[in-house]
C-alpha cells in the first residue's frame, strides 16, 4: 500500500514539475530571445509579442481560476470576470494616481476624470490607492470579499445549477451597469487609461514590459503549484466529492456549503490577480471586462482545454486567446461563429477536451500496464501480501 501512495504522490509531483518546467523554459527563452538577438533577425521576439504573451499568460491564469470551481467543485459560474475586472481596477487605480500632474488638466491629486466632471476631491474609496501595498491588499480583498458575499448567501441558500450559474451572470452585469455610471468614480464608459509608469518604471520601456511578462509567468507557475496542492489535499477531495455527489458528502457529515465558499474565495482572488498582471500590460480597464460575454468565453477556455485538468485549462486559454488574436485580424465578424464551431466540435469530438486528445496520444506512445503486468508488478505483490 505504501509503495502505491508513493508511487501515485510521485506521479502528481512530477505533473506539477513538467508544467512548471514548461512554463519556465518558454520564459526564458522569449526573454532570451527579446534581450539578445536584434530586430530583425530571425529568433528576435518583438516588444509586442512579449506584451501578448504576457496577456495569454493573465488569461491562463484567469482559466485555472475557473477550473478550479468548475472542473473540480462542480460552480459553473458565469461572472468571474467581476473579480478579474475588480483586481484590474484595483490596479488600475494604482496606475492612475502614478501619473500626477502629467495629465491632461495637470492636477496632481485627481485623475483627468474627476477634473472633467468637476469633482473637488478623490472620493474616499480612493484613498491609499497610491500606495503599492494598499494596492496589493486591494487586489485580493475586493474580488475574495465579493466571492465571500456571493458565495456565503448562495451556497448557504443551497443555490446549484443552472440558477446559481443565472445569478453569477446577473452578479457581473450588475456590475458592468455599475461601473458605466459616471458617478461611481471609476472613468464610467472610457475606464481607466493613460497610465505612465508602475513602481516608478515606464510603461513604455521594452524592459518594462518584459518584467511584467516574467512577473506573470511566475504569478502563474505560483498559482499553479497552489491549485495543484487544493486539488491533492484532502480538502480538495472533499470539494471533487461534492461535485460528484454532494447529497452523499452531506449524508456523511460535511458541510459541503461551506467548502464550495472557501474555493470560490481562493478561485475569486486568483482571478483578481489575473486582473491586475493584465491591465497594466494592455493599458487600459474599463466596464466591458465584466461583460457576461468574457466569462462565457473563460469557460469555453476550459471546456476546450479539458474540464478537470489544470493544465488543460492552460492550454485552453492560451489556443483560443491566440486563435482569437488571428481570428480577428483577418476576419473579425467570424470570430464569434469559430469560437461556437470550436466549442461545439469539441463537446462532441472531444468531451475531455485537448487534454484528454493529449492524454490518449501519450497512451499510445506509452501504454498503461496491462491487469497481468499490474498482478506481477513489486507494488501489487507488496499490497497483496498485506492483504493477506
Not at 520564459?27 to 521576439?45: A, I, K
Request: hydrophobic fraction near 50%; proline fraction near 4%; aromatic fraction near 12%.
Amino acid at each position: 500500500m505504501k509503495t502505491l501512495l508513493n508511487s501515485a504522490t510521485f506521479k502528481e509531483l512530477k505533473s506539477l514539475h513538467v508544467v512548471i518546467a514548461i512554463l519556465f523554459i518558454s520564459t526564458l527563452y522569449v526573454s532570451s530571445c527579446n534581450l539578445l538577438f536584434s530586430e530583425g533577425t530571425l529568433l528576435h521576439v518583438s516588444d509586442y509579442t512579449v506584451s501578448l504573451l504576457g496577456k495569454y499568460l493573465c488569461y491562463a491564469l484567469l482559466a485555472l481560476a475557473v477550473d478550479l470551481v468548475w472542473g473540480y467543485c462542480g460552480i459553473l459560474s458565469l461572472g468571474h470576470g467581476a473579480f478579474f475586472a475588480l483586481g484590474g481596477y484595483a490596479m488600475g487605480m494604482y496606475l492612475m494616481r502614478q501619473i500626477g500632474d502629467r495629465g491632461v488638466y495637470g492636477n496632481p491629486e485627481l485623475p483627468d476624470f474627476m477634473v472633467f466632471l468637476n469633482w473637488t476631491e478623490l472620493p474616499w474609496y480612493w484613498l491609499g490607492s497610491n500606495s503599492v501595498l494598499f494596492t496589493i491588499v486591494m487586489i485580493f480583498a475586493g474580488p475574495g470579499l465579493l466571492a465571500y458575499i456571493f458565495g456565503s448567501l448562495a451556497f448557504r441558500s443551497r443555490v446549484s445549477g443552472v440558477y446559481l450559474s443565472i445569478m453569477t451572470q446577473a452578479m457581473t452585469y450588475a456590475l458592468l451597469l455599475s461601473f458605466f455610471r459616471n458617478e461611481m468614480g471609476f472613468g464610467g464608459n472610457n475606464g481607466l487609461t493613460d497610465f505612465k509608469e508602475i513602481f516608478g518604471f515606464s510603461l513604455q520601456s521594452p524592459n518594462t514590459k518584459l518584467a511584467l511578462f516574467i512577473a506573470t509567468a511566475i504569478a502563474l507557475a505560483i498559482g499553479y503549484a497552489i491549485s495543484d496542492f487544493i486539488v491533492n489535499s484532502k480538502m480538495g477531495r472533499v470539494v471533487t466529492a461534492i461535485r460528484d455527489a454532494e447529497d452523499r458528502v452531506r449524508f456523511v457529515g460535511y458541510k459541503p456549503e461551506h467548502y464550495k465558499v472557501w474555493i470560490f474565495v481562493v478561485s475569486g482572488m486568483l482571478a483578481g490577480l489575473a486582473g491586475a498582471l493584465y491591465v497594466p500590460q494592455v493599458g487600459i480597464i474599463n466596464p466591458g471586462e465584466f461583460s457576461p460575454l468574457n466569462s462565457i468565453e473563460m469557460v469555453i477556455w476550459v471546456a476546450i482545454g479539458g474540464r478537470g485538468t489544470l493544465y488543460g485549462a492552460l492550454i485552453g486559454a492560451i489556443v483560443v486567446s491566440y486563435a482569437k488574436t488571428r481570428f480577428t485580424a483577418i476576419m473579425p465578424e467570424a470570430w464569434l461563429f469559430a469560437l461556437g464551431g470550436l466549442f461545439v466540435l469539441v463537446t462532441l469530438l472531444l468531451p475531455k477536451g485537448l487534454a484528454g486528445l493529449l492524454g490518449n496520444l501519450l497512451n499510445k506512445i506509452d501504454p498503461p500496464p496491462t491487469s497481468d503486468q499490474l498482478e506481477k508488478s513489486p507494488a501489487t505483490s507488496t499490497l497483496a501480501a498485506e492483504n493477506k
